[in-house]
């Protein structure tokens, strides 16, 4: 099991989980605004679970680097689709701010 830190919570998976799953069945809110309701369902082409991951986790395959290299996202950004990353170590998530979560304000604060 490895340990995933992400809005405040620290909790366990297994190690190759789906980053998006994972985040999902814990409750963590990985969507912003209307992209609660307008996303891909994990298929990797919508962009709006981008999320920055410190830690190990699955190398970047061509359907992530195809959507992320694709505006509002950029291909010099450090962002990853949650949906198309395989957790392999311990990581802590970081959700940003606009609809494909491409901005540059954190929208996870931490919790008190």
Same mark, same amino acid.
């Given at each position: 099991?490895? *340990? !995933?830190?992400?809005?405040?919570?620290?909790?366990?998976?297994?190690?190759?989980? #789906?980053?998006?799953?994972?985040?999902? *069945?814990?409750?963590?809110?990985?969507?912003?605004?209307?992209?609660? !309701?307008? #996303?891909?369902?994990?298929?990797?082409?919508?962009?709006?679970?981008?999320?920055?991951?410190?830690?190990? !986790?699955?190398?970047?395959? @061509?359907?992530?680097?195809?959507?992320?290299?694709?505006?509002?996202?950029?291909?010099?950004?450090?962002?990853?689709?949650?949906?198309?990353?395989?957790?392999?170590?311990?990581?802590?998530?970081?959700?940003?701010?606009?609809? @494909?979560?491409?901005?540059?304000?954190?929208? @996870?604060?931490?919790?008190?």
């Amino acid at each position: 099991m490895v *340990k !995933v830190q992400a809005q405040g919570k620290t909790f366990e998976c297994d190690r190759g989980a #789906n980053l998006r799953e994972v985040l999902l *069945k814990n409750d963590i809110d990985l969507y912003n605004g209307n992209a609660k !309701v307008i #996303n891909c369902h994990g298929l990797g082409t919508c962009g709006t679970c981008a999320v920055t991951v410190e830690g190990e !986790v699955s190398e970047s395959q @061509w359907r992530e680097k195809a959507r992320l290299s694709v505006p509002p996202h950029s291909s010099a950004s450090n962002r990853r689709l949650s949906c198309q990353t395989k957790v392999l170590g311990d990581i802590k998530v970081t959700k940003y701010d606009g609809f @494909w979560g491409q901005g540059s304000e954190t929208v @996870w604060k931490p919790q008190a």
